[in-house]
């Protein structure tokens, strides 16, 4: 038997999927077209981990998961996360990350100039590309200059992101929404 275990769980947004070890989270799936497809994301990352019932740490991070995306306010910066893999910038880039609190935003370039130099604003967006976390490690909440809506990996793309960022309250809902 695996250490490494997998959950797929039902959200407003669809299913999601999470990856954990004995580390902590190793990967977060947002809703893809099927749990085929979802199941296939976390195990590109973690191919060993097996379908299983969460522990109750990760059945914690899953119930906080569940109330984000029925727009409550919710922090997950303290789900314990295995960096297993991740380079030295890349995390750099996800701490500065998760210390944005829901309902807030930050963009490329001042989490490049966190980092040291506003030039390194590309390799932030190319790092949170790469996020093995999303939602835990918030880079929905890292947008474009003025606010733009841009590079968002997971399936949705942008919208995805804008839909976030509604939820938590950073985005005024439009007319039509």
Known sequence: MSERGLFLFDTALGRCG???GPGGV?????????????????????????EC?????????????VALFQGE?????????????????????????????PGETKTYGEIARAIG??????????ALGRNPFPIIVPCHRVVGADGKMT?????GGTESKRKLLKI??????????
């Open 26 to 50: 190793l990967a977060v799936s947002f809703p893809e077209e099927s749990d085929e497809k979802t199941r296939a994301r976390l195990l590109k990352r973690v191919p060993d981990a097996e």
């Open 73 to 101: 306010k919710r922090d997950l910066s303290f789900a314990r996360l295995d960096w297993e893999g991740v380079g030295e910038f890349e995390r750099k880039v996800y701490d500065l990350t998760l210390a944005i609190p």
């Open 151 to 155: 590079g968002f990996s997971a399936p």
């Open 117 to 126: 130099d506003v030039a390194f604003s590309q390799r932030v967006g190319q």
């Open 168 to 177: 938590e309250g950073a985005l005024q809902p439009e007319l039509f929404d």
């Open 18 to 20: 999470l990856a954990w």
């Open 53 to 65: 019932d969460p522990t109750p740490e990760v059945a914690v991070i899953v119930v906080g998961i």
